[in-house]
């Protein structure tokens, strides 16, 4: 990693390298780590870790299910694990950043993700990254898969017409310009509501 060019530029480098590593990386062993370790593997241990890890995946297949009966494209056509990308492309390349952003100000979170063949880029993707770990914790089975998935739906749909221009100089005062019209888009507001009403009955921490 450390180049005659970059050595010309700071003959230290190679040094904070190593330093950064050892002992700022790999230094240790810090308690904290490992107490961390040790308490997730006496949770992974119990028999309900088991059931809560069967609980995750029939929510993810659920939900990806229905967000494909809705008409939503999924990478694999669904999942067999805790997680999903939802392939925008058919509706729009480069949808991702908008649709993520815009589930953000309806009370949900999903991350921007690339897709195979994409025909963004990763800064622009044309997907979204979801998955069920955290509902599954919060008491949420099937029946809420299909709630949950209806309200992504209605955002995508809400959110086709939000294409980036295509020249890229005009993207980011786009994006911009995008995200202060989402925050006071009475459709996202609406359906922040009632996402925030329906989570109250499955609180964070119940344990």
């Known amino acids: 990693m450390v180049t005659g060019r970059g050595m010309a530029r700071d003959p230290e480098l190679g040094k904070k390298i190593d ?8 230094g240790g062993p810090h308690n904290a780590t490992t107490a961390a370790i040790a308490l997730a593997a006496k949770e992974a241990a119990k028999p309900a870790f088991k059931t809560y890890g069967q609980h995750v995946r029939r929510n993810a297949q659920a ?9 939503i494209d999924l990478v694999g056509q669904g999942t067999e694990t805790h997680l999903m990308v939802l392939d ?3 509706i729009a390349p480069s949808l991702g950043t908008q649709v993520a952003f815009a589930m953000d100000v309806a009370g949900m979170y999903a991350n921007r993700n690339t ?9 622009y993707p044309s997907g979204i990254r979801i998955g069920t770990p955290l509902v599954t914790t919060r008491g949420m089975r099937e029946t809420e898969m299909v709630k949950l998935a209806d309200w992504i739906t209605a955002v995508i749909q809400h959110t086709t017409k939000e294409k980036l221009p295509s020249d890229s ?9 995008f995200r202060e019209q989402a925050k006071v888009d009475q459709f996202l507001l609406d359906i922040a ?15």
């Open 169 to 177: 100089k005009d993207r980011q005062r786009y994006l911009k310009q």
């Open 193 to 207: 509501q009632q996402v925030q009403i329906f989570a109250r009955e499955f609180p964070l921490f119940t344990w």
């Open 115 to 123: 897709v195979p063949n994409e025909q963004g880029s990763p800064f």
């Open 63 to 71: 939900l990806a299910q229905r967000l494909m009966a809705n008409g």
């Open 88 to 90: 925008l492309t058919s």
């Open 19 to 26: 330093s950064a590593i050892i002992p700022g990386l790999q």
